[in-house]
């Protein structure tokens, strides 16, 4: 893997800090306030820009977004999500120091498991560089169809499960927004600032980030004492659908030879089962609880 590739993955691993402290500083300032609704956004947002803790979370955030796409520009988007993902590694100190919660054992494994898979994917990869070319129609039929799969899970899921329900769309919308940024990425360098005021990607982009902030924070509110479910369904579904678009999007490629592509395949699916296990962690940072 050369060594472009191996600074965007950092970069990325940097993001998912300031992304977890975002979370936890603007879901303790709306913690106590009345719930977000996002049949009135204007009221909504009214709300959540009227507190100071909130902006202060929402500038981490703003810095943690930037530093993932300047991420996108030096690795392909699959590995890129990997290593936000294995951010969450720092959750486990990090809930220690903000909420006095004691690792489980579940947790250190799920740590000690990311960590090996992290170091695994950077064996063998012969990423040299970001993937952002794309066909149009792939990527419009790729959020056509996670587009169909939320509208369905809303639909379907009802009563005691709603909440979590809500917080999986959320995650897979924050999923299509990632990958569009990695799409963004390449239309910037083709046709520089102009070419992402004319792009309908960038639109598009706005609107699904949108959707992915406001059901993720209107499952938390409704999901009162389900965090953790919320948390890990919302993070589950961003990834799955992140790295999908990488491979199926934008041709990422798994490994250099067909058993390091087999290796690599395992810790894809490792690095989704340790963030399981670290989400009591996630939810002590990013929810307080």
């Not at 009345?34 to 909130?54: H, L, T």
């Not at 239309?187 to 960038?202: C, M, R």
Request: proline fraction near 3%.
């Amino acid at each position: 893997m050369s060594s472009t590739t191996w600074l965007g993955l950092a970069i990325a691993f940097t993001s998912s800090a300031f992304n977890n402290a975002s979370y936890f500083v603007q879901h303790r300032a709306l913690g106590d306030g009345p719930d977000i609704q996002i049949s009135r956004p204007i009221k909504s947002i009214r709300q959540m820009f009227g507190s100071p803790v909130w902006l202060l979370g929402a500038l981490s955030g703003v810095v943690g977004m930037v530093l993932y796409v300047v991420a996108l520009d030096y690795a392909p988007l699959s590995l890129v999500q990997v290593f936000l993902a294995g951010g969450l590694i720092l959750t486990v100190p990090l809930s220690v120091w903000i909420t006095h919660h004691a690792p489980t054992n579940g947790e250190l494994r799920g740590a000690a498991l990311m960590t090996l898979a992290l170091v695994l994917l950077g064996v063998g990869s012969k990423a040299a560089g970001p993937t952002n070319d794309f066909e149009w129609q792939v990527l419009t039929l790729f959020i056509a169809v996670v587009a169909a799969v939320g509208a369905a899970v809303v639909m379907l899921v009802r009563g005691s499960r709603r909440a979590e329900a809500i917080g999986l769309v959320g995650g897979l919308m924050f999923g299509v927004s990632d990958a569009l940024f990695n799409a963004l990425v390449g239309v910037f360098h083709i046709g520089h600032l102009v070419g992402l005021i004319e792009s309908p990607w960038t639109y598009i982009c706005i609107a699904t980030s949108l959707a992915a902030f406001s059901a993720f924070q209107t499952a938390l509110q409704k999901g009162r004492g389900k965090a953790l479910g919320v948390v890990a369904l919302m993070t589950a579904g961003t990834n799955v659908t992140a790295i999908a678009a990488g491979f199926l999007v934008f041709g990422d490629s798994l490994g250099k030879t067909p058993a390091w592509a087999g290796i690599h395949l395992i810790c894809f699916l490792a690095v989704g089962l340790a963030a399981w296990m670290l989400a009591p962690a996630q939810v002590a940072v990013e929810v307080g609880a």
